[in-house]
């Protein structure tokens, strides 16, 4: 039987959910596939898997409630988009904006529930939710480690990637880095990643694509797998 | 007035948005737009910032109809420091621009199709409508750089040029789409494919004002921003008695001249074109017609594109001033409005968006509408939420 998937929005740009109709094709053939753009959405039943997009208003209680609710009825959660995974540009947010000022704070999905994978990504190639929907069912791929890897962290950046990998002389110079930034914010000079820092928008793009980055973050949070049918 | 009433979470449009229509049994009688989605407040967090990081900002204000928020920011600040883009870059931005439109359009035309077409035909339609999202989108990526928030949007023109190969292949692929498209549009103007719904909706009319600044780009001389006023929802319905649910609306809404005005691909069709069609479904003809003339003008300025000019001015010096950009987006009028200080930050910035020009015509529109197509009409105008609650107040009104 194939898995139910839902995807949901609490409140970003609409991007990542867009991104994902793309690839609806390919996705509704592993899944059936329920979510606002398709019309048919039901937010009173249980999922397989429920997708969350868009960083969380903490200041609107009604969607914190919502959010604390879908958790409740998915054996799964993945927050997709950098938004979702680690806040991405709207940690910036401050409030103090008509009509309603009193939106100060967003935060990642994670900062109010568990969350048991992320795929950061401004948004993320669609292609690499369907392939993680795939390991989900089949239990295999690398991507299970390392999305699940970040689900745990809140914050990721190309200060990240600075700190931890080029300025701690780990980095091989391979460049996935550079070719997975959104806003083209790293380049390449004498084999070493540099950052423009004023077009880092902290979406944790870089970290998730480096593969030193991400065997640093399996080897320290050393994740528990949860996959579809066979619980963990 | 009357105390029936029904309130609708509206499926298939960009973000989150409530319909609440009082009705008679039968026709709606009034109704009130409310936008869920939560202020992220892009006019204050750009606030300090480099203007570099203001692009990348405004951008992400909407992931539907980025590249037209990121044009209007780099004009914005080009217009502030005195800086224009060489031909290539105007060329490459006006293509990124009509890409991002056509996709938009197919976005919508995704979320519509089950309105306006027999049930039979509505799942082939949107399975070929996906398809050509995803065209337009891998377009997107060879001259913006990405398919969503293309970083090839840059201050003084575009990031890169495009390879001599993918401009005689896009030549071809967009020929291609534009065959594609004909036929969509044969489908989608034969009465014999349409639902009881788009027949109902054939016949409902609706009369405002139009605002439109250009056919494919923007232009700031061609209305005047003065003249532009956003308030409140309570302020604009201030003779009535607004219901507690719309107060909570995220969403402000915009006039022009103290009128309400409709913006998009009717308005600018009409303003400057020969189009007529006042009925509910002559802004979706309108939408269809739009995306094979954004073909067509693209595959113009693919023409003009020389190779061995820059696409993009090699000096760009941020000093204190105010600019403002007035940018045709998929949805209508956007308007960026920056002011930077003396040590070339965002001292302020205002954004006024299509959408809520919008707001109050698509509530005029659902006036007299069959209560069971009343949730179609806001959905025929492409509310665009995550866009409509970036907007802070201009003048007072």
New interface residues.
Partial sequence: MKPEILVF?V?????????I??E??RLSQKANVYS????N?DTSRSYDIIIVTGSV?I??EE?VNTLKELRSKAKIMIAYGSCASVG???L?????????PE?RT?QPVSAVVNVDYAIPG??PAPSGLVSLVDALITGRGPLLRVFSAISKVRRLSGFDLMDEVVLSGLCIGCGACIVSC???ALHMIEKRPDL?V??C?RCGTCCSRCPVFTRILVYRLNPELKLLGGGK | MPNTFKITDL??I???ARFLVYHDGRKVIDSFFISR?????F???MVG??P??AI??AM?????C?AAHGIAAVEAIENSVGIAPPPNGIYLREIIGLLNRIQSHI?HM??IT?DLLRENMAEQMI?RE??L??DV?NLLTRFG?????P?YIVLGGV?SLPKERYIEDSNKKLKGMRDEFYEINNIFFDEQYWSEKASLLSQMKVQVKYLASHPFYGDRYNINVDEVTAI??EKFRRKEEVPEDVKK????IALYRGDIVEVGPRARLSLYGRFKDDSLLGIQRARLMEIVLAIDRILELLANISLTEPPKTPTIIFRRGVGIAVYEAPRGTLIHNVEIDSEGRIAKYRIIVPTMFNIPVMEKASVGVPIECADVVPRLYDP???CST????VNNG
């Fill in positions: 929005d409140g970003g740009c609409e991007g990542c959910p867009v991104s109709l793309r609806y094709i606002k753009h398709l019309g959405i208003c200041n609107d969607i991405n540009i709207t910036f947010s401050r409030g103090g904006q008509e009509p309603r939106h967003f401004c948004p959104p806003t083209n423009i004023e077009k928008i | 499926a298939r960009g973000g989150e989605a939560p202020i992220r407040g006019e204050k967090l910032k480099n570099i990081f990348e900002a992400r204000i909407c992931g539907i980025h976005v995704i979320f089950r399975r996906i398809k999202l995803v989108s750089g990405a398919p969503t928030h970083p990031q409140r929802y609306t995220t969403s402000l665009c939420i995550p970036h907007l802070i107040r």
